[in-house]
């Protein structure tokens, strides 16, 4: 997983981003070094959290408790973006939009 340590960053300063790109089963373009994922909030734009192949229950995810979460699938399993969006919203965001096989879902707390 990658992009997240920003946010947990920002979370333990008391802020939080206005928002979140979530990306699952993908990883971030290759690019310069200022520009790296985990300087997005620092560059100024929304973060991104990049899953790679990480599954949601191996990992801690406290830091997107009520923010604004886009999430971005590129995988055909529908099951692992099912998880995904199952564990976010365990943690109450403030609002949740995902693209499910073609199908816009958006949720509010």
Avoid at 4 to 14: S, T
Avoid at 19 to 30: C, D, K, M, R, Y
Avoid at 80 to 94: C, D
Wanted: proline share 6%; glycine share 6%.
């Amino acid at each position: 997983m990658l992009g997240h340590q920003q946010i947990i960053k920002y979370r333990q300063q008391g802020l939080q981003p206005q928002a979140v790109f979530f990306h699952i089963n993908s990883h971030p373009f290759e690019t310069i070094p200022e520009l790296e994922t985990e300087n997005d909030l620092d560059n100024g734009f929304f973060p991104s959290i990049y899953t790679g192949s990480t599954l949601p229950s191996s990992q801690s995810i406290w830091y997107l408790r009520g923010l604004k979460i886009h999430i971005i699938s590129v995988t055909p399993d529908i099951e692992l973006t099912t998880q995904w969006v199952l564990a976010i919203l365990e943690l109450e965001p403030s609002f949740l939009i995902a693209d499910i096989e073609g199908t816009i879902h958006t949720w509010k707390t």
